[in-house]
């Protein structure tokens, strides 16, 4: 990844999520630098736009952040990976996550890719008496990307940290 798209993704979901803090306390971008290096690392896609992507994949749904800010600092491809992951708030929950799932199936792979990366991280972070509740959200991601190609082992990778932590 550029040196300068990291650095800016960095600086701009740091800011944007300044405020938050994950259940256990941490600061909430610890997660959406988890997620950029699951997909970095684990799952071993290195693209730039991915990674920013990666960073940035909460901060329209999460802050005072929309497309058009993503898509003036980071460009056209960051901003639609952005949007794909990003759920329609003002709908009710039933509805708004099947037009999220709707929205996931149609979008860029790129997008499946980062939501695996998010399900990854926050399936590894989850305590361990709500892994198993954890396991349809996990279920549904595995379906909606059971037919991409590039997605087979990343699918493999996040299947195999559930096997392991839901037998513990």
Not at 112 to 128: G, M
């Amino acid at each position: 990844m550029s040196n300068s798209l990291w650095q800016e993704a960095s600086a701009f979901a740091s800011n944007a999520h300044a405020r938050q803090t994950r259940n256990d306390g941490t600061p909430y971008v610890s997660h959406c630098f988890r997620v950029a290096m699951t997909v970095d690392i684990i799952f071993g896609f290195d693209n730039s736009e991915v990674l920013a992507a990666a960073l940035l994949h909460d901060t329209i749904e999460d802050c005072d952040v929309d497309y058009d800010d993503i898509l003036e600092q980071f460009g056209r491809n960051v901003a639609d990976y952005v949007a794909v992951m990003t759920k329609d708030m003002r709908l009710e929950e039933t509805i708004r996550e099947i037009e999220y799932d709707k929205q996931l199936a149609e979008g860029p792979w790129q997008g499946r890719l980062i939501k695996l990366a998010d399900v990854y991280d926050n399936f590894s972070d989850i305590q361990e008496d709500k892994r198993r509740g954890f396991v349809e959200k996990v279920q549904r991601v595995l379906l909606l990307t059971e037919n991409d190609a590039e997605l087979q082992g990343s699918r493999q990778k996040l299947q195999q940290l559930v096997d392991e932590l839901v037998s513990c």
